[in-house]
């Protein structure tokens, strides 16, 4: 507690603007890109106050474009010493600017921007691309990021309406089953392909049950279940 007080009175010291720009910057994590805090904070004088923060310590260059905080408790004292209300401004401005910037190659961020609009209270876009970034990881064979952005997913579901929710609870804990009966979990493949499939039944989703008892009989054959698949 002392040194988070130590840390914010030295952010206090700050010029009014050069401390803005700091805590905006916060938002973006312990390393930024200037081209997402200029799109947030459309400040013409932003190169002027990295370079003032950069001469006080706050941050170092990485690059051209990217910077990071020479300290991560001095980056969480600025973060968390904003309202909560100011802070889901931010991450929603830091989403918007995000899908702006790379609208033509979003696939690198969608792990991002699924955080950003989770904790700007964003449900549906936080599930949208935390259901991506699974997608994503699958193809690149980073299976166990694939299961923690899905599992991510099917919470931020679990938030939504229930007609929603519903729909998209059991799209994923089908890429789910999928995925783990891939990887040899199967026990695991087991119990979302049944939860997907009951979801998938209480929807009336004739062409989505078909899809998972396809993969359930996949899933007994390499198990050597041979009656259940067939």
Request: proline share 2%; net charge negative.
């Amino acid at each position: 507690a002392s040194i988070n007080a130590v840390l914010i009175a030295r952010l206090d010291r700050l010029v009014a603007r050069v401390k803005a720009t700091v805590q905006t910057a916060a938002v973006l994590g312990n390393e930024f890109e200037i081209t997402i805090l200029s799109q947030m904070l459309h400040d013409e004088q932003l190169p002027l106050r990295i370079k003032q923060a950069e001469a006080e310590m706050i941050w170092s260059a990485l690059n051209e474009i990217r910077y990071i905080f020479r300290n991560r408790l001095l980056r969480d004292a600025a973060y968390d010493m904003q309202l909560q209300s100011r802070l889901r401004e931010l991450h929603e401005l830091a989403g918007k600017a995000i899908e702006q910037i790379y609208a033509a190659d979003l696939g690198p961020r969608y792990a991002d921007l699924s955080h950003h609009f989770g904790k700007a209270g964003k449900t549906r876009q936080e599930c949208y691309y935390a259901r991506l970034a699974g997608e994503r990881a699958v193809e690149q064979f980073a299976n166990q990021e694939a299961i923690e952005h899905f599992n991510h997913a099917l919470r931020s579901a679990q938030n939504m309406d229930q007609a929603e929710s519903t729909c998209l609870q059991e799209e994923i804990h089908s890429a789910m089953g999928e995925l783990l009966t891939n990887i040899g979990q199967y026990e695991q493949a087991h119990q979302h392909l049944d939860k997907a499939l009951a979801l998938a039944v209480a929807r009336d989703d004739h062409d989505a049950q078909a899809r998972i008892c396809r993969w359930q009989a996949h899933l007994h054959e390499q198990t050597g279940e041979y009656p259940p698949a067939l």
